[in-house]
């Protein structure tokens, strides 16, 4: 198929593969999913739609509303919904699912908060909501059906001691970054 093309990257990290495929790419609205699918295709353009008609410029799914309806061991649920606790309470966010292997966003969103991402791994997708949240882009959110995929090949102990670490430096960044803007403005307002 002549219009599909591919990147190859020497480097592993999802957050990396993203960010070099979103910011060289001149969609209007650039996507991606987990390839083992554990997400249905027909959610794709509900959560186009519904990021559009709402005026969102970052779109997630979630596994974690009413109206999701997820199969998964009571061990990854337990992770899962622990993990959004953590950062819902740390990073002060509303979203609810920030792990979802399912997103979309806008060009205007890649453009200004990709280059914010510090992340080249799985946490790029808590920091593109967390940024796009404080931002104030919007972030609308598809309840989804999705299924384990039994075959993972996610180092849980690995994975949640780099959740932790990153949570905490996110968290000191927007921190920081508040107290500066503040800082601006008062010099502003008195200079």
């Not at 968290?171 to 601006?184: A, E, G, Y």
Request: overall charge positive; glycine content about 6%.
């Amino acid at each position: 198929m002549k219009n599909v093309g591919y990147i190859h990257l020497d480097q592993k990290g999802r957050g990396r593969a993203l960010r070099k495929a979103w910011t060289e790419s001149n969609a209007d609205i650039v996507s991606y999913m987990d390839v083992d699918l554990s997400t249905e295709l027909e959610a794709f353009p509900k959560m186009i739609n519904g990021m559009l008609a709402k005026g969102y410029n970052v779109a997630t799914g979630t596994r974690l509303t009413k109206k999701s309806r997820t199969t998964r061991s009571f061990f990854r649920e337990s992770l899962s919904r622990g993990y959004n606790y953590i950062v819902r309470t740390i990073l002060w966010i509303r979203y609810s699912d920030a792990q979802c292997g399912f997103k979309a966003a806008t060009r205007k969103a890649v453009r200004e908060i990709v280059p914010l991402i510090q992340d080249n791994e799985w946490f790029f997708d808590t920091e593109l909501l967390t940024l796009g949240e404080k931002y104030d882009y919007g972030i609308y959110e598809l309840p989804v059906t999705w299924i384990e995929d039994p075959d993972s090949r996610v180092r849980i102990a690995k994975t949640v001691y780099q959740y932790l670490r990153d949570v905490m430096r996110l968290r000191f960044q927007l921190w920081f970054s508040n107290k500066f803007d503040v800082l601006k403005r008062n010099l502003n307002k008195n200079g």
